[in-house]
C-alpha cells in the first residue's frame, strides 16, 4: 500500500475537507479524491461518507485511521533513526523578521553551520506572520505566539528594549521634565509612559529608527537594533520615566512528531 496515499488520508481525516488536504500537500483536489478513491478501493470499504456539505469518516474509516496513523509513524520513526545515523545534511527554510536583526542569533546560525557544514539555511526575510506550510518554511523566529494548536511556540531569550533619542534632539529637549509632551516613536507599542505621537510615523523599525537619527523625536527600539549607534555616538539612551518591558521572540515551528534530525538539532541550538 503505497505511503502517500496513507498520508494523505490521515490528513484528509483530519481536516475532513479534501480542498484544504489539497492546498497543505500543493496538489489538485482531484488527486487526493483519486488517492482516497484507489485506498478505498484496495481495502474493500469505504473511508468516508462524503456529500455537497460535509465529509465524514465512516466507522471503518475510524477504525483504519487509528492503524494507519500507527503504520506512518513506525514507518516515519524508522526513517529518522536511519537518518540520525547518517551525515547531518541538507536545506534549512528559517522564517526571519526582517526589520530587527539580531546578531545573537545570527552568531548561533552561523556557528551551526561550521559544525554541520553540509546543511544550507536559507533565511526568508519578513515581517508578516508567515504560512509555515506554504512556503516551505521549517523554522519561524518571530516576536509574540501565534498560537496556533497546529503550531508549537518556543520561547527564546526576550530582547531588551531601549529609550533612544538623537544628541540633537536632546540638546533642543533637555532637560526633559514631561515625556507626555514630547514625541516618541515606539513602533512595537512598548512604551509604559505617557508621551506624544511624532508627526511622521509608522511601525516599522528601520524607518523609525532613521527618523529618531533625524532628530525627528525619540525612539523605544530594542537594545541590539540601537547598539551600533550607541557605539559610534549617534544615539543616546535616555532614563525612562517607567521600566520598559522586554520584547519577546519565539521560535515556531509544525506541531509535528518527527522532525528531519538537521532541524532538530538547531531548534536545540537557537533554544541553548
Known amino acids: 500500500m503505497h505511503i502517500d496515499a496513507l498520508r494523505t488520508f490521515i490528513l484528509v481525516a483530519k481536516l475532513l475537507n479534501f480542498s484544504a488536504a489539497a492546498r497543505q500537500l500543493g496538489l489538485p483536489r482531484g488527486t487526493v479524491s483519486a488517492r482516497i478513491q484507489e485506498l478505498e478501493k484496495r481495502l474493500g470499504i469505504r473511508l468516508f461518507q462524503r456529500s455537497n456539505r460535509r ?3 465512516t466507522p471503518e474509516g475510524i477504525q483504519f485511521l487509528a492503524s494507519a496513523s500507527q503504520a506512518v509513524t513506525l514507518l516515519d520513526e524508522a526513517q529518522n533513526q536511519l537518518a540520525a545515523n547518517h551525515e547531518i545534511a541538507g536545506p534549512i527554510r528559517v522564517g526571519y523578521p526582517a526589520a530587527t536583526p539580531d546578531s545573537g542569533l545570527l552568531e548561533k546560525l552561523s556557528e551551526f553551520c561550521r559544525q554541520y557544514p553540509k546543511v544550507s539555511i536559507e533565511l526568508v526575510l519578513s515581517d508578516q506572520v508567515a504560512d509555515l506550510v506554504e512556503q516551505r518554511i521549517d523554522l519561524s523566529i518571530r516576536g509574540r505566539d501565534p498560537a496556533n494548536p497546529d503550531l508549537i511556540a518556543r ?6 528594549l531601549l ?12 532637560p526633559i521634565t514631561h515625556w507626555q509632551h514630547l514625541p516618541v516613536h515606539d513602533p512595537h507599542q512598548q512604551a509604559s509612559f505617557p508621551h506624544q505621537t511624532p508627526d511622521i510615523h509608522t511601525s516599522d523599525l528601520n524607518t523609525s529608527l532613521q527618523l529618531c537619527l533625524n532628530s525627528m523625536g525619540a525612539a523605544v527600539l530594542p537594545a541590539v537594533f540601537c547598539r551600533p549607534h550607541l557605539e559610534r555616538g549617534e ?21 509535528r ?10 531548534i536545540q541550538t537557537l533554544l541553548d
Open 155 to 160: 520561547p527564546l531569550r526576550a530582547r531588551s
Open 235 to 255: 544615539l543616546i539612551s535616555l532614563p525612562t520615566p517607567e521600566p520598559l518591558p522586554e520584547l519577546p521572540l519565539f521560535l515556531i515551528y509544525q506541531q
Open 257 to 266: 512528531k518527527l522532525l528531519p534530525e538537521r532541524t532538530r538539532r538547531l
Open 55 to 57: 465529509v465524514a469518516l
Open 163 to 174: 529609550l533612544v533619542a538623537s544628541p540633537a534632539w536632546l540638546a533642543q529637549h533637555q
